[in-house]
Nanobody, 124 residues
């Protein structure tokens, strides 16, 4: 299974970005998927996740409703729409996928497959 994250870039504070994560090697609809991020000199932290059906989503409390995760199973792709970005959102964003059901999607250890990461830089 390969995950390809894209869509990162440089944006001014208050702006928005849309990240994509394309899955290959299996259909994304089979499993949940999630986004994590790692800021400089910090550990990887949970951002958002979606169940395999897309009916249940999870978000880090700190996001305060600014991010939205969605999936397009026909395209084997999961998206992360980010708005009202601030410098604190600067990080490398990683998409991940577990290979079993019924796990805690907010935990990094629950994921088996990871994309290469896409850098988001928010200037103040």
């Amino acid at each position: 299974v390969q995950l390809q994250a894209s869509g990162g870039g440089l944006v001014q504070a208050g702006g928005f970005l849309n990240l994509s994560c394309a899955a290959s090697g299996r259909t994304s609809k089979d499993y949940a998927m999630g986004w994590f991020r790692q800021a400089p000199k910090k550990g990887r932290e949970f951002v958002a996740a979606t169940s395999w059906s897309g009916r249940t989503t999870y978000y880090a409390d700190s996001l305060e409703g600014r991010f939205t995760i969605s999936r397009a199973d026909a395209k084997n792709t999961v998206y992360l729409q980010m708005s009202s970005l601030g410098p604190e959102d600067t990080a490398v964003y990683y998409c991940g996928a577990p290979d079993i059901y019924g796990i805690d999607l907010t935990r990094e250890a629950s994921y088996r497959y990871w994309g290469q990461g896409t850098l988001v830089t928010v200037s103040s």
